[in-house]
């Protein structure tokens, strides 16, 4: 296991946790207020799997990366930053693993550059523009000061263990940048095999059958929320697999 990094940006650099194995490359990505080490190194390490070269990536202001004070931190924004990431590592063709916020920065970065991707897993990712409640009444000076302390409050010991290592900023913006996210008609139009995962307590993915009439195969994972790879760890490596 090594952390390695790329320069971004002039000012920023982007971290992830490399394990060595096989080609092609495996690409984690986390979401909001997450970092991929703590919620894929089971899934990167399951004897279920084979041992590929896998890199557990932090995107921009969050984990072990960079955060700088500038940057957009919309999804766009991260997808770019992403692309680079992955050109310095060398990696081309990689089947990337994104979960929720990564989901969706992952499928702009299939779109955008389909050599980097050969295999995309988006699991429970925002496809669809939602109200972001976390930031009613707060605009970003005020939710740097005093509505992130409230939001670690809010969402629980498991959430918050990685949520606090995020920039405030990095949280607004992305949050502002997934309530306007509409990826449905990009994932549908993508040029690889792209998977779906849902966790069967998370409900009925919306609009299920009109993916699968696209080409996105649905897998649902039993015993698992939102975070299907931590509530269900064995089950995910399966859908993996």
């Known amino acids: 296991m090594t952390i390695r990094h790329a320069q971004v940006r002039p000012d920023a650099r982007m971290r992830w946790v490399e394990l060595p194995g096989t080609d092609p490359a ?4 986390h979401g909001l207020g997450s970092s991929s080490p703590a919620y894929f190194a089971g899934a990167a390490t399951h004897p279920a799997g084979a041992r590929r070269r896998s890199l557990l990536v932090d995107l921009l202001g969050y984990g072990i990366s960079d955060r700088p004070a500038d940057f957009s931190y919309t999804l766009a924004a991260q997808a770019e930053a992403l692309a680079a990431a992955l050109d310095s590592a060398g990696v081309r063709a990689a089947e ?5 916020m990564g989901g969706a920065v992952a499928i702009l970065l299939a779109a955008r550059r389909p050599d980097l991707v050969s295999r995309l897993v988006a699991v429970e990712a925002n496809l669809d523009p939602t109200p972001r409640r976390r930031l009613d009444g707060w605009d970003e000076e005020s939710f740097a000061a005093e509505g992130f302390a409230r939001t670690l409050t809010a969402v629980g010991e498991e959430w918050a263990a990685t949520m606090r290592l ?34 069967a307590r998370s409900g009925p993915l919306a609009g299920a059958a009109e993916l699968a009439e696209a080409g996105v195969e649905v897998r649902v994972v039993a015993d698992a929320g939102h975070n299907v790879m931590l509530d269900n760890p064995d089950g995910f490596a399966a859908a993996l697999a």
């Open 26 to 29: 495996r690409v984690y990505v």
């Open 96 to 100: 990337v693993v994104a979960h929720s």
């Open 166 to 199: 995020a920039d405030p900023v990095a949280v607004y913006r992305s949050e502002r940048s997934l309530g306007a996210a509409d990826l449905r008609g990009t994932i549908t139009n993508l040029p690889m095999p792209t998977v779906y995962v849902q966790g």
